[in-house]
């Protein structure tokens, strides 16, 4: 069978960095008996450009029929006074495949450590599992009077149980804990994802299972990350969690995430956004592509061994201080790149 990929460019660092990722699927995937295709799509910025829309209906036909779909970052500044913002495509996207675990790796490995503000030395790796479809960013009634505005923070049973279960699954691939991170002295929400939790929790007897208050854990991801393996959330909670979980890692330019339905491709891509103030420089930070490559490979196509290769040698590069600008280097995206790939020969 041949893997079919659907490769969205991006904009602005976008194709320098999704240039760089697949120049790494390649060498990666060379005599390993994985056969892939690539599907270039226009998306965002280049959808307006090319087709008027930032998601054309060929292009959503193409993820759909699509194992997987590679997206770098879109959007910037050439489109402020565009119609439809290169940014609702993503929405719309997530919407269209029915994306709604959002998955974000938190690994500071050895080779990271001197970028981590985090000085105590354990090892830091968890994944923070977000709802991304549902909560207070989609519900309804949202409404501004003359004296107040208001918000409706809306879960479902069906919405909270597809996305604990993404939760539990994955923490039986690592080290088998979930952190449930919530409001549930305030919010009734909460209580009702706590409900729900603890039913399914009974489904996973070698899962171990607490909870958190958000600002409990808040200030735990700070003083100590080590303790966390599976930090499931809803939508908000868990958007400002990854952000403040990036910033411990060091730099914007190294991370990667998944974004997956039930059945239906997953979408890999960096964390961070087009950086056109760096855009056609050569310097842009092509790791959080590398890695999203890597995340692809293993949990899309079952290739844990290609995406632990592509790992090892990232970490090699970053030992070796072949790095770009943003951590502190002054080797450009290509020699990070060309670095990465020796060393993946060398392995294969
Ligand atoms: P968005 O609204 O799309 O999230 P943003 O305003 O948060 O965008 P980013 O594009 O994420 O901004 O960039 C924030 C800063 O991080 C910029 O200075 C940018 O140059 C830098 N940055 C982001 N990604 C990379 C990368 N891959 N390599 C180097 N620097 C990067
Ligand atoms: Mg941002």
Redesign the pocket.
Request: hydrophobic share 40%; charged share 10%.
């Given at each position: 069978m041949t893997a079919q990929i659907a490769v969205l460019n991006g904009d602005?660092?976008g194709p320098e960095?999704m240039a760089a990722g697949l120049k790494v699927l390649a060498a990666v995937t060379e005599n390993q008996n994985f056969d892939y295709a690539l599907h270039p799509v226009p998306f965002g910025g280049e959808g307006i450009d090319k087709m008027g829309d930032p998601l054309p209906a060929s292009t959503l036909a193409t993820c759909k029929q699509a194992d997987a779909v590679l997206l770098s970052?879109?959007?910037?500044p050439k489109w402020d006074k565009a119609k439809r913002r290169p940014?609702t495509g993503l929405l719309e996207i997530r919407k269209a495949l029915n994306l709604f675990a959002n998955i974000r790796p938190t690994v500071i490995s050895p080779a990271m450590r001197q970028y981590s503000p985090i000085k105590n030395e354990d090892p830091v790796d968890f994944v923070i599992v977000r709802e991304l479809t549902s909560g207070i960013y989609f519900g309804t009634p949202r409404e501004t009077h003359e004296t107040y505005a208001l918000d409706t923070m809306r879960y479902t049973e069906n919405e909270i149980e597809r996305i604990v279960k993404v939760g539990f699954d994955m923490a039986m691939k690592r080290r088998k804990h979930v952190t449930l991170v919530d409001k549930a002295n305030v919010l009734d929400t909460s209580k009702f994802w706590r409900k729900i939790t603890a039913r399914i929790a009974a489904d996973y007897p070698e899962v171990t299972y607490d909870t958190s208050y958000v600002d409990a854990a808040s200030m735990k991801i700070i003083a100590d990350p080590g303790q966390f393996d599976v930090i499931l959330t809803e939508n908000l909670f868990g958007d400002i969690l990854s952000d403040e979980a990036a910033q411990i890692t060091g730099?914007?330019?190294?991370i990667p995430s998944m974004s997956k339905g039930t059945d239906g491709p997953a979408l890999y891509e960096?964390?961070?956004?087009?950086?056109?103030?760096?855009a056609g420089q050569g310097?842009?930070?092509?790791?959080?592509?590398i890695k999203s490559v890597a995340m692809m490979l293993a949990n899309s196509f079952d290739r844990q061994d290609l995406s632990d290769t592509i790992m090892t040698a990232v970490d090699k590069s970053i030992d070796d201080q072949i790095v770009?600008?943003?951590l502190g280097g002054t080797s450009t995206?290509d020699e990070v790149t060309d670095t990465i790939i020796k060393t993946i020969k060398k392995v294969g």
């Open positions: 602005y660092i960095i970052a879109i959007g910037g940014e730099s914007l330019g190294t960096p964390i961070h956004g087009s950086a056109p103030d760096i310097i842009a930070d092509p790791l959080s592509m770009t600008p943003d995206t």
